[in-house]
């Protein structure tokens, strides 16, 4: 783990790797950990970096805005101080890839390529959220209500249980998962829930902020169309968090953009089935993508 100082401290897991930057962004209520299974795997195309966003992982607010709005700020201080010559390849799941979004549409010049994995996003016209999935994000969009909630829940059910809850969510079948991977998660909602108390409003206003752009479906429509980079879509078609014909709707919208869609596979591709997910990202980088490695790559395709 390294920090930077960003009017307070960012912390972020640092891969290794040389050459091109890569920055992964964890979803909402993830952290670095949620890269575990394929950090070191994409070190071997570009030096990885995954940062945890204010008010998730180990980086603590201090005054500073959990909002998905204050994170892209916050993502792009970022980029500039671990790569300031040269644009990032974005990698983000679920609120990460909106906030990857929001990145590349405002401060194109810093970005280099995407890979958006089940990101976040407006609904599709003919689909919706399953019911009890949309009842949490409705009473987390509620002032005071979703600070309620989210107490109530926590002090219920304990990291553990939260934890656990979480992953199911992510994926049907826990056994998907690797022993050392549940762990590690269930291990660091312990210390969260210990020495982080502000872990809980965060979250929400996270949540909140993150619901309500995600409303306004034809300014983020218009922020994806004015993308210019090269991008990679993946998708679970089992995600119960980011239905898979939201993502289905986004690649006709961008036709250009590649698209692979997973079958029986949840919200967290990267963790459930690590190994088929490497394989996609370095197909397109050895493909499609190939433009998003590197300076070299750009100054060919200019040329």
Known sequence: MRTLDLDGPVHYKDFGGSGPTMV??????????????VGEKLA?????????????????????????????ALLDRFIQAVSPHEPVLLMGNSMGGAISVLQAARQPQRVSGLVLVNPAQPRADDTGMEAGVFLQFAAYSIPGLGEFFVKRRAARFG???????????????????????????????RERHERMPWSNETFVEAARSLVMQLLRKKQFREMEKRIRVPTLLVQGSEDRLVPVANSR????????????????????????????????????????????????ERVARAS
Not at 46 to 60: E, I, K, S, Y
Not at 253 to 264: A, F, L, N, Q, S
Not at 265 to 293: K, Y
């Open 24 to 37: 992964l962004v964890h979803g909402l209520g993830g952290s670095h950990h949620n890269w575990m299974m």
């Open 44 to 72: 071997r195309r570009a030096r990885v970096l995954a940062l945890d966003l204010v008010g998730f992982g180990l980086t603590p607010p201090e005054g500073r805005s959990a909002s998905i709005h204050a994170n892209q």
């Open 159 to 189: 990291p553990e249980k939260l934890t656990l809850g979480m992953l199911k969510l992510c994926c049907r079948d826990l056994s998907r998962f690797p022993e050392g991977v549940v762990q590690a998660h269930v291990d660091f909602a």
């Open 249 to 296: 709707e986004l690649a006709r919208v961008r036709p250009d953009w590649t698209y692979v869609e997973y079958p029986g596979v949840g919200h967290t591709p990267m963790m459930e089935i690590p190994e088929e997910f490497i394989s996609t990202v370095e197909t397109w980088l050895d493909g499609p993508g190939r433009a998003a490695l590197g300076a070299e």
